[in-house]
Nanobody
Framework: VQLQASGGGLVQAGDSLRLSCAVP?????ISWFRQAPGKERVFLAG????????RYADSVKGRFTISRDGLKSAVYLQMNSLTVDDTAVYYC??????????????????WGQGTQVTVSS
């Protein structure tokens, strides 16, 4: 399974971006993580196979929205009100963690290559 993340770029604080993750199969939970230089990879949001269940990290709740398209071949991360603290490489990942473990990167089988998001002040 290969995941393809895209949509990153350079934006200004307050702007929005939508990241996309091409997902070849719908049988996986898909989550977004990010990793800033010198920091650990952290969970942002996850969506169940059906697209009806989502989970967010407290740090992005209300600003980021994860969604899955009707054909379940892509997962999106809509990011609003971006700040410089959102600067990182963003990764999508596929796995089958239970809901309470969406935030555990070790439980994901496949990872996209990452897309850089840079927010300038």
């Amino acid at each position: 399974v290969q995941l393809q993340a895209s949509g990153g770029g350079l934006v200004q604080a307050g702007d929005s971006l939508r990241l996309s993750c091409a997902v070849p199969a719908s049988r996986y939970v898909i989550s977004w993580f990010r990793q800033a230089p010198g920091k650990e990879r952290v969970f942002l949001a996850g969506i169940a196979q059906t697209g009806t269940t989502t989970r967010y990290a407290d740090s992005v709740k209300g600003r980021f929205t994860i969604s899955r398209d009707g054909l379940k071949s892509a997962v999106y991360l809509q990011m609003n009100s971006l700040t410089v603290d959102d600067t990182a490489v963003y990764y999508c990942a596929a796995g089958r963690p239970v809901f309470s473990a969406y935030d555990q990167p070790g439980l994901y089988y496949y990872w996209g290559q990452g897309t850089q998001v840079t927010v300038s002040s």
